[in-house]
């Protein structure tokens, strides 16, 4: 009897010891953590954006080391026909047509993609999370207005209208009694106004389906506002598709400004800018290959690394992904 009851104490010490076992819960973020780690694509693209980021802040100290100043004319470099010259231990990535250093332009450039890509995306995708929740959320002829608006804005072609604000607002003084000059701020306005209707039309979805949820209706009869159940109830359920959205967005600005400039009504010279020196360097392509390569790669690069990136992002948010 004492060994049968020997091993029911032992049954049970087991088995309270299987319970005490420590379960851990992890937040959505810890899972996402989790779930994205295992992409090293987008791990690596995230530590190239890194990289850039960081290139584009210390561009000035960079160049400084390693290069010339973006603006300077080295009129020395170039050859007894006037043709730029290759790259060389003191012009790492050669001179363009005036003998200006490529590399410190291409540093320089980092920064205005970057600034354009995260300022635009910022406020595009804020209008379009408040004009989205607001048309999900009240219905009605709030709806239809705004629906209306982005089925007028989506109508037009995404390049011309954005060609057409640029151009408007690159004369004299601007635009906008003045408000938005030429060069950065232009293009900016040009991807808003663009922009933000995508993002609108997908929070307007979720919204739809969110304002039908149970926890909505507790809140409303709690006596909550609208605006408190818009901002409090509703905004923390919509970061996943925002985050995802955001980081999908980054790259379509990035290229949008580099075709503005390339056209010659984006970023205003002498201010650096992948798109404008690949115009400059269509001219001389055949002659100097540098001129386009690094600008180019550059810029195919960049894009890469955000679009691997708000893939990895988007898997890891996806709630049907194994952990």
């Known amino acids: 009897m004492s060994s049968v009851r020997d091993e029911e104490e032992l049954h049970r010490e087991g088995a ?14 810890q899972l996402f953590w989790v779930r994205f780690r295992r992409d090293r694509v987008a791990f690596v693209a995230l530590g190239f954006i890194v990289l850039l980021v960081l290139v584009a802040i210390f561009a000035g100290p960079i160049s400084s080391a390693f290069g010339h100043p973006p603006n300077a004319q ?3 470099r170039l050859d007894s026909f006037g043709t730029p010259t290759g790259p060389s231990s003191s012009f790492l990535f050669g001179v363009d047509q005036i003998g200006r250093d490529v590399f410190s332009r291409v540093l320089y450039g980092a ?32 709806d239809t207005i705004i629906s209306r608006l982005i089925d007028v804005t989506l109508a037009f072609p995404i390049l011309l209208l954005a060609l ?3 151009s408007a607002c690159s004369l004299g003084n601007g635009c906008a009694a003045g408000l938005i000059h030429p060069g950065l701020g232009t293009v900016i306005v ?8 995508y993002i609108g039309r997908i929070i307007r979805g979720q919204v739809l389906s969110l304002r039908e949820k149970e926890f909505i209706e507790a809140a409303r009869a709690g006596g909550a506002r609208s605006r408190t159940i818009i901002f409090r109830e509703i905004l923390p359920n919509l970061v996943a598709p925002i985050v995802v959205y955001s980081t999908l967005i980054i790259p379509q600005n990035i290229l949008l ?15 650096a ?5 690949l115009a400059d360097a269509t001219s001389i392509y055949s002659t100097a290959w540098w001129y386009f390569a690094f600008p180019g790669g550059a810029l195919l690069l960049t894009v890469l690394a955000f679009n691997l990136l708000g893939d990895g992002v988007r898997d890891a948010l996806d709630p049907r992904t194994t952990t």
């Open 74 to 76: 080295y009129p020395n």
């Open 190 to 197: 040009a991807i808003v106004v663009i922009n933000w209707t």
């Open 273 to 277: 800018s992948w798109g404008q020196m």
């Open 111 to 142: 920064q205005v993609s970057l600034e354009v890509a995260l300022l635009a995306t910022a406020i595009s995708v804020g209008i379009g999370v408040v004009l989205g929740m607001v048309a999900g959320y009240f219905r009605g002829w709030v």
């Open 164 to 166: 057409g604000i640029a």
């Open 257 to 271: 400004e580099a075709a503005l400039s390339y056209l010659g009504v984006g970023i205003q010279p002498p201010r």
């Open 16 to 29: 309270a010891d299987f319970v005490a076992m420590d379960i851990v819960g992890r937040t959505p973020w």
